[in-house]
């Protein structure tokens, strides 16, 4: 896809034909090779952020057991095309935990992020 682009923009300047060309800042992130955090996947989806961040701040104030009971959530995520995607080998059995729960929003985010260039 960064193919395709790039030969959109070499055309564009070549023909002296500029076009307005409205990216998703994350989108230029990956093409300067920049890192992307929970800001970014924020642009593009505020659901999924917003779940992330209610994982990471409330369940922090939940016990051990409160957090087991209230949480259902597996190493999974929903891609933008409505896919379902094991962030990790047997994701689907392994649920999400308090000890667990920044590496799974770090695999989300890795996944969620990186979907465009696979």
Same mark, same amino acid.
């Given at each position: 896809m960064y193919k395709f682009l790039g030969a959109f923009i070499a055309f564009s300047i070549m !023909?002296?034909?500029p076009f307005p060309i409205s990216l998703a800042p994350i989108v230029w992130k990956q093409i300067l090779g920049e890192s992307t955090g929970l800001s970014d996947l924020d642009?593009?989806?505020q659901y999924s952020t917003q779940v992330l961040s209610? *994982?990471?701040n409330?369940?922090?104030s939940l016990s051990?057991?409160?957090f087991e009971s209230g949480v259902d959530q597996t190493f999974t995520t929903v *891609? !933008?095309?409505g896919e379902? *995607?094991?962030l990790c080998p047997d994701?689907?059995?392994q649920r999400v935990t308090k000890t667990n729960i920044e590496e799974f929003i770090a695999l989300v985010l890795k996944a969620r992020t990186s979907e465009a260039t696979e």
């Open positions: !023909s002296k034909s642009e593009i989806d209610d *994982l990471r409330h369940g922090a051990d057991a409160d *891609l !933008s095309n379902e *995607l094991e994701g689907q059995n």
